[in-house]
């Protein structure tokens, strides 16, 4: 992958022309992944750009983006490979034969069924592989992983070693839910991304929506990173921040008055223990208090 990227600045050129703008230590952490031919851990709250930044990479370097998406009781037929076992036994049951002879016919390519760990290890083309929400599984799957992170190959015991013929870019990515083995951790490269700055994301949201009126998004990320300091059980995402920009869009808002946010609250919070929170702490219940404060 090293190819692709020549220098810190080009990943950040050719990521933000693939419509992710990432900061300095993002592009640094990616540059090198490619350079040394690492995985890339990236830990952070849900909703920081973290399956994004692995899109983004797979389009900034025209390579086939394959998804792993992990959950609990994943497991390795999920994940890696199974056998088409209802056609090896019409195999058999056609051709009558001894099970010595018969072995070698059922146990190929034929029958094999790849899931995205092979898929991604036997891909001749340019791939990134995206292990996504790797916490949410459970700790057999970090197992499984050691090997094909580790030399990039599968073993599957009726056909042996496969070694990657291209090293995919791999990204893993994890919500911190619950802590990664130190195995695994060995293996790659860390990145941990937190919510941006409000000068980068109001720049996201320029970027993804330059309709809106520049002064309006500059008190939108300001809201948004008020609403992130309160006590809530779930922050307003980036995605959320850009999805509410477009709804001040849709609504024609010229202002961000108290009666507006308080109408478009669910695009960024979805709980409703949260939206108490945000009209209790933000003054948001008197409809008067942010016109007021916008004259």
């Known amino acids: 992958m090293s190819k692709f990227f020549a220098s810190v600045d080009e990943v950040t050129a050719r990521l933000s022309a693939a419509g992710y703008l990432p900061s300095t230590d993002i592009a640094t952490a990616v540059f090198l992944a490619g350079h040394l031919g690492k995985p890339l851990l990236i830990e952070g709250p849900a909703g920081v750009g973290k399956t994004e930044l692995a899109k983004a ?3 900034a370097t025209s390579s086939e983006l394959v998804r792993l998406q992990c ?4 497991d390795e037929a999920r994940a890696l490979y199974e056998w088409n076992h209802a056609k090896q036994l019409l195999r058999i049951t056609a ?7 018969t072995r070698d016919h059922v146990f190929t390519d034929e029958f094999l069924l790849e899931r995205p ?24 799957l970090e197992g499984l992983l050691l090997e094909v ?30 802590d990664l083995s130190e195995a695994l951790k060995r293996r790659c490269l860390y990145l941990h991304i937190d919510y941006p700055t409000a000068e980068l994301e109001r720049a996201i949201v320029r970027l993804k929506v330059p309709e ?12 948004v990173g008020a609403l992130r300091q309160l006590s ?10 850009v999805d509410w920009a477009r709804t ?18 669910g695009v960024l919070l979805k709980y409703q223990s949260d939206h108490r929170v945000a009209i209790e702490r933000l003054a948001l219940l008197d409809p008067d208090a942010g016109d007021k404060d916008a004259r």
Not at 95 to 101: A, F, V
């Open 71 to 74: 959950y609990e009781g994943i």
């Open 117 to 140: 760990l092979l898929a991604a290890i036997r891909n001749p083309h340019s791939t990134v592989l995206l292990i996504d929400e790797l916490d949410k599984a459970d700790v057999e």
């Open 149 to 178: 992170l580790g030399d990039f190959q599968v073993s599957i015991p009726e056909l042996g070693t496969i070694t990657a013929v291209r090293k995919p870019f791999v990204v893993l990515t994890s919500n911190a839910n619950r």
């Open 248 to 265: 001040l869009v849709t609504l024609g808002a010229r202002n961000l008055t108290s009666g507006v946010v308080r109408s478009t609250l």
């Open 212 to 223: 809106l009126d520049e002064v309006v998004a500059a008190s939108a990320v300001e809201m």
């Open 57 to 59: 990479v797979a389009e």
């Open 232 to 241: 809530l059980r779930k922050s307003p995402s980036i995605a959320e921040t």
């Open 95 to 101: 051709e009558r034969e001894n099970w010595d002879s």
